[in-house]
């Protein structure tokens, strides 16, 4: 499949971002001497602005990162819910799930952890050097993009009746018009004041005005969970095979297993099927299917659900079952409000970074006088099911949508760094992203704007039970879609770009970088020499 624009090539390094400034800030980093996390650091800051309904300092972030010698490790920055926050507080509250917005819906935020964690493991430049612009940019205000005013749009009603939102994003009583400058002057005084000391925000004056914020709205926030999660330790990467390469990928909490266990019961099946033809479709389809459900009966951040999902028996068991054309079931997969980026710089070291707020504007809470929006993170990953392994539990941290990938050969050599946002669609697109490459060979723009397809429903707390859909955008042939069907496909044909996500990729080969970035958002791929 030959891409609409071609891949982008350098050999100095290399960002790719789902907005123009962030990937700028990025390029401009390595370009000044500093290394992919130190580009991947600045490009997390600007992002908090350029897509706020995406990410910020109250939400999460995770990031795998191999190393020039071919060490990989990673960050997973995730917090917990309240010491308070057993299932009998809920309930005795008469709520039968978690909320989704206001303090009740909110975790710890790892961001912050996870970012002070990259930055004392690899970076070269100082944090206050890197989040400066970033800064700058808050106080002055970023333009109001078609994609902020879409997000404060979808969200309006709850952004109206949190002061702190209401301030910057409907001063004027309605969604900002876009390239209406939206100034956070809070905001920028709370960047600086992270970037000089990450740590307050988990036991300093920042900590006591989060938790102060929370427990006045009634979440049983004690402190003690915010300190709790204030180090983030270096933790290996989760690692898989898939034709011949090895998958690197982040651990518990996030899903990166199922994008394992998904390459397991693919490995062989796709590269001698028609790209994109409805027998490989279906195959990942239902590799998809399995691996969620696999998630919903087992899988909680603190068991052994990733150990006996990944066991040879499971897979031999779940090849069986492909194999037989057992009839998909029920989940429920949604999309998210997230955003991820790479970065390789000239030396080798790659960085596959994504964070997010979980749904879009978090919990739509703000800390007052410090600019934070609060991610809903524990409304919407954990379950308020009796006995389940994910049910909401002081000190257990809810399981997540975000995951991020890096592939190396037999000898460690770097061959692509991705990752996707989308919420449930992460693990599926991420397979999907893997299997273009490594199967069929494609470059990376061309990899990234290929037809995306969808299982619906996942494993949301808010979509459980929903009914079976598989989604797929309308650039594939109604052939296809017809055959799909006959397999036993419940298919709803999208837009031609409608799938969602914003994949980003940086491949090497021969000693020369090539990137691609997702049309279905404002992706730019830049390069330096």
């Known amino acids: 499949m030959s891409a609409r624009?071609?891949?982008?090539l350098a050999t100095g390094g290399m960002v790719a971002s789902s907005h123009p400034l962030a990937s700028q800030a990025g390029a401009r980093v390595l370009a000044d001497g500093g290394n992919a996390v130190d580009a991947a650091l600045a490009m997390a800051a600007i992002t908090w602005l350029t897509?706020?309904?995406?990410?910020?300092?109250?939400?999460?972030?995770?990031?795998?990162?191999?190393?020039?010698?071919?060490s990989v490790w990673t960050v997973n920055g995730s917090?917990?819910?309240?010491?308070?926050?057993?299932?009998?507080?809920?309930?005795?509250?008469?709520?039968?799930?978690?909320?989704?917005?206001?303090?009740?819906?909110?975790a710890v935020p790892g961001a912050p952890a996870a970012l002070a964690a990259l930055h004392g493991r690899a970076a070269s430049m100082p944090l206050a050097n890197l989040w400066e612009p970033a800064a700058r940019i808050a106080e002055r205000g970023l333009p109001c993009s078609v994609k902020t005013r879409a997000d404060v749009q979808a969200?309006?009603?709850?952004?109206?009746?949190?002061?702190g939102l209401a301030s910057v994003y409907t001063a004027?009583?309605?969604?900002?018009?876009?390239?209406?400058?939206?100034?956070?002057?809070?905001?920028?005084?709370?960047?600086?004041?992270?970037?000089?000391?990450?740590?307050?925000?988990?036991?300093?004056?920042?900590?006591?005005?989060?938790?102060?914020?929370?427990?006045?709205?009634?979440?049983?926030?004690?402190?003690?969970?915010?300190?709790?999660?204030?180090?983030?330790?270096?933790?290996?990467?989760?690692?898989?095979?898939?034709a011949e390469a090895t998958i690197h990928q982040t651990p518990l909490p996030t899903p990166g297993?199922?994008?394992?266990?998904?390459?397991?019961?693919?490995?062989?099946?796709?590269?001698?099927?028609?790209?994109?033809?409805?027998?490989?479709?279906?195959?990942?389809?239902?590799?998809?299917?399995?691996?969620?459900?696999?998630?919903?009966?087992?899988?909680?951040?603190?068991?052994?659900?990733?150990?006996?999902?990944?066991?040879?028996?499971?897979?031999?068991?779940?090849?069986?079952?492909?194999?037989?054309?057992?009839?998909?079931?029920?989940?429920?997969?949604?999309?998210?409000?997230?955003?991820?980026?790479?970065?390789?710089?000239?030396?080798?070291?790659?960085?596959?970074?994504?964070?997010?707020?979980a749904f879009t504007f978090g919990a739509k809470f703000t800390v007052p006088g410090t600019g934070i929006v609060l991610n809903n993170r524990l409304g919407r990953g954990a379950y308020l099911i009796d006995g389940h392994p994910n049910e909401v539990s002081p000190r257990r941290k809810p399981l997540h949508t975000l995951n991020a990938w890096i592939v190396t050969g037999n000898d460690g050599e770097l061959m692509h760094v991705g990752n996707t946002p989308g919420g449930d669609g992460q693990v599926q697109w991420n397979m999907q992203l893997l299997s273009h490459l490594l199967d069929h060979g494609l470059d990376p723009q061309a990899a990234v704007e290929a037809p995306r397809f969808t299982v619906y429903p996942g494993s949301d707390a808010n979509t459980l039970g929903d009914a079976p859909e598989l989604r797929i955008e309308g650039r594939v042939d109604d052939e296809i879609v017809r055959s799909l069907a006959d397999m036993g496909h419940r298919v709803k044909v999208l837009e031609p770009f409608g799938a969602e996500g914003s994949a980003q990729i940086v491949s090497l080969q021969r000693g020369v970088l090539s990137g691609g970035s997702d049309p279905r958002q404002e992706g730019v791929v830049l390069g330096v020499e």
């Open 5 to 8: 624009r071609p891949s982008t």
């Open 257 to 357: 297993w199922m994008v394992l266990q998904q390459a397991a019961l693919c490995d062989g099946e796709l590269g001698s099927s028609a790209f994109l033809g409805a027998p490989a479709i279906d195959r990942m389809a239902r590799a998809a299917a399995l691996s969620f459900e696999d998630r919903l009966r087992w899988c909680s951040s603190d068991n052994d659900g990733l150990e006996r999902a990944l066991s040879a028996s499971n897979i031999e068991a779940g090849l069986a079952r492909l194999s037989s054309r057992h009839p998909m079931g029920e989940f429920a997969v949604s999309g998210g409000d997230t955003t991820s980026f790479v970065a390789v710089d000239s030396e080798g070291r790659a960085v596959s970074f994504i964070h997010s707020l």
């Open 51 to 70: 897509l706020p309904g995406q990410c910020g300092i109250g939400g999460d972030a995770f990031a795998v990162v191999r190393d020039p010698d071919g």
């Open 155 to 163: 969200a309006l009603h709850a952004i109206r009746a949190d002061a």
């Open 172 to 242: 004027s009583g309605d969604a900002p018009r876009v390239g209406d400058r939206l100034p956070q002057v809070d905001l920028a005084r709370t960047i600086r004041a992270l970037a000089s000391d990450p740590s307050s925000f988990y036991s300093g004056v920042v900590a006591e005005q989060c938790v102060a914020a929370l427990q006045d709205f009634g979440a049983p926030f004690s402190g003690d969970e915010w300190h709790a999660c204030g180090s983030v330790p270096v933790e290996a990467a989760l690692t898989g095979s898939y």
């Open 79 to 106: 917090g917990y819910g309240p010491d308070g926050g057993a299932p009998d507080f809920y309930r005795g509250n008469g709520l039968a799930a978690i909320p989704l917005d206001g303090a009740l819906a909110v």
